[in-house]
């Protein structure tokens, strides 16, 4: 069964960092393109940033450039992101998921092949 999950979730001020992780059960992240998605209550879902397992080529939405970096843990076969000066407005559930090929800037606004089922992350004002 293919199945995604994601980790690292929570509470925290803003200004604060956090780090999520993406793992993979049932098959293997080699062939696929990850994005982190999120929705926040009461918004339409939005693409955060997505990466190619291949080469590691990366793209981010602007509201995230700069504060946001997804990387590869090839130790670990996870898919990470790492979220710095954490700000009120990205209060929301986070979502990892996969598309077969490479990445591509409007891979964020596209539907994925596969989708976890999230982890809530909140930040204080």
């Known amino acids: 069964e293919v199945q995604l999950v994601e980790s690292g979730g929570g509470l925290v001020e803003a200004g604060g960092s956090l780090r999520l992780s993406c793992a993979a059960s049932?098959?293997?992240?080699?062939?696929?393109?990850i994005g982190w998605f999120r929705q926040a209550p009461g918004k339409e879902r939005e693409g955060v940033s997505c990466i190619s397992y291949s080469d590691g080529t990366t793209y981010y939405a602007d509201s995230v450039k700069g504060r946001f970096r997804t990387f590869i843990d090839f130790a670990e076969n996870t898919v990470n992101l790492q979220m710095n000066n954490l700000k009120p407005e990205d209060t929301a559930v986070y979502y990892c998921?996969?598309?077969?090929?490479?990445?591509?800037?409007?891979?964020?606004?596209?539907?994925?092949?596969?989708w976890g089922k999230g982890t809530l992350v909140t930040v204080s004002s």
């Open positions: 998921a996969v598309s077969r090929g490479r990445a591509y800037y409007y891979l964020l606004y596209s539907d994925m092949n596969y």
């Open positions: 049932g098959f293997t992240f080699d062939d696929y393109a």
